[in-house]
Every structure is written in C-alpha cells, then in structure tokens.
C-alpha cells in the first residue's frame, strides 16, 4: 500500500506547480512585473492574497528579471480584526510589509443603512487608500488577489446587472494614469487556490468581520457557473477563453468598431468560394 502522507506530498507538489505555471504565464503574457519593479502586494488575510504571496515569492527567486516585494495590509479598524495574525505571518516568512492603519469601518457603517450591503463602498474606500499609499512609496505595481473565477464572475454580473460586457483586466492603469494594478492569479481556478491555501495552512482572517450581508449577486453567478462547471465540464474554460478572443465587428457597441464608416468596395479581388455542391456555389469568403 502506498504511504497516505507521500500521496499527499505528491498531489500538492502537482498543485503548486500548476498554480505557479499559471501564474507564470499570466505574468508573461500582460507583462505584469518589469525589471526593477516595486511590486505591492495587497494582503486581506483571505486564501486568495496569501496564495499570491507565495507564489511571488517563489517566483522572486528564479524569475530573470530583478524585483522587489512589499507586503500590505490595509486595516481598517473592524471590531474583532485579529491585528497580531498578518505581522506575525510576514515577520515568520522574513517578507518586508507596511500595515495601513485606516477606520474605512466607520465611515462604511455612517453612510450605509443598517442591513444594506456594504462591500462596494468599502471596496472603494478600500482601493482609494492603497493607491495613496502606492504613490507615497514609490510602488510601481500593485498586486490584488482575483483569480479566474473572479474574473468570469464579474463578467456575468456586469452582463445581467448592469447590460456591458465588462470583467477584471489582468493588467489596469488606474483612471488617474499614477497606479498599474496587476491581477497575478488571473489564470488560476478558485479550487486549486482553496487547496493549496488548506495545504498550506495559512492563517486566514474571515472577510465577514464588517457584519455585511453577503453580495447575493455574487454569489448567484458563483452558485450558476459551479453548476455549469459539474454538468457541462469544459464550459468555464471555453468563457474564459471567449473572454481572450474577442472581436469587435460582431457586436453591437459603435464606439468600439466604425460600423457607420463601413463602405463596400466594388474592386475587391477577394475570390469567390466555388462549391461542389449543389445550391452552394454562391458561397463566398
């Protein structure tokens, strides 16, 4: 019989390699990290963030290019945020990191009505600290954590809630033109990442600390592609990759293709098809 622990090494060394894979060529393909970068990488204590980190990490050591990682972690003064669990981790594994001090809790709870969801204003308040910080420290990139399942998520939220065909970029420039935000694990499937995350054993800080209701919206899509992915497995993929091959002419939006300025052009030498088959001789390119 084959030793259970050994079995279990060998699945988790298969796993780290593909996330690492992944995000290797998420980076390669967007080109996220630049010799000489400041990358900042945003911690929230959840699995996805430290993932990340790790993967960073490892990438630090054997990627040809130079560039250095500052860990960050924005508290935002919710009662009963274990402060001690995020220094104690990133001081263990010798990683260099700035915790922001910033009561975004307060200000959430005064604007929003009791009951509401509170994620998209905290969200912003959120973001809106961590590019300060950025610019303050000279931080060329700015890491956050969404992975593919995120990404394709999104894409269905903006879809049936908000009518625009609109994800997660792997790669944004902030509307201010100061801040590069990267999304490292965008190539990453959401269950490889809580695997390696329960292997690793990371100290995770539960994200429900706020007392927000969950976003409902969110978490249908989640519930209708994990229901796609069991019956129609190979579908998640095929839209993620409909995501990376898109092309404009065959939609509708007239300020991303000039349909008003198409003209036909009567001396094209584009040769017509011609068909064996009976009735299909009209056939063209």
């Not at 400041?38 to 990490?57: E, F, N, R």
């Not at 924005?74 to 915790?99: A, C, N, R």
């Not at 292997?199 to 919206?217: D, V």
């Not at 092309?247 to 000039?258: I, K």
Request: aromatic letters at 8%.
């Amino acid at each position: 019989m084959s030793d259970p622990s050994q079995k279990s090494r060998t699945q988790f060394n298969k796993l780290q390699k593909r996330l690492r894979r992944s995000v290797g060529e998420a980076i390669a393909d967007f080109n996220m990290i630049e010799p000489d970068d400041k990358v900042m990488v945003c911690l929230s204590g959840g699995k996805d963030s430290y993932t990340m980190l790790d993967i960073l990490l490892n990438l630090q050591k054997t990627a040809p290019v130079n560039f250095e990682i500052i860990a960050v972690n924005l508290d935002q003064k919710q009662p009963g945020f274990p402060e001690h669990v995020l220094p104690e981790y990133l001081t263990s594994i010798g990683v260099p990191f700035h915790i922001i001090e910033h009561d975004t809790y307060s200000i959430v709870k005064r604007i929003i009505p009791e009951g509401q969801t509170t994620c998209s204003l905290c969200s912003r308040l959120r973001r809106g600290t961590l590019y300060g910080f950025a610019r303050e420290h000279n931080i060329t990139k700015i890491a956050l954590g969404h992975h593919r399942d995120d990404i394709i998520e999104t894409f269905f939220l903006n879809l049936f809630y908000a009518g625009k065909l609109k994800a997660m970029p792997p790669k944004l420039l902030s509307d201010d033109k100061q801040n590069i935000v990267i999304r490292p694990l965008a190539y990453c499937r959401e269950k490889d990442i809580n695997r390696f995350a329960a292997f690793k054993q990371f100290p995770i800080i539960p994200c429900n600390l706020c007392g927000s209701q969950e976003n409902l919206q969110r978490k249908a899509m989640k519930q209708m592609l994990n229901g796609w992915d069991k019956q129609f497995p190979g579908r998640i993929e095929t839209i993620f990759a409909g995501l990376q091959n898109i092309a404009p002419s065959q939609m509708l939006d007239t300020g991303l293709f000039d349909f008003a300025g198409l003209r036909r052009d009567p001396n094209s030498t584009l040769a017509r098809v011609v068909s064996d088959e009976p009735g299909l001789d009209i056939l063209e390119r």
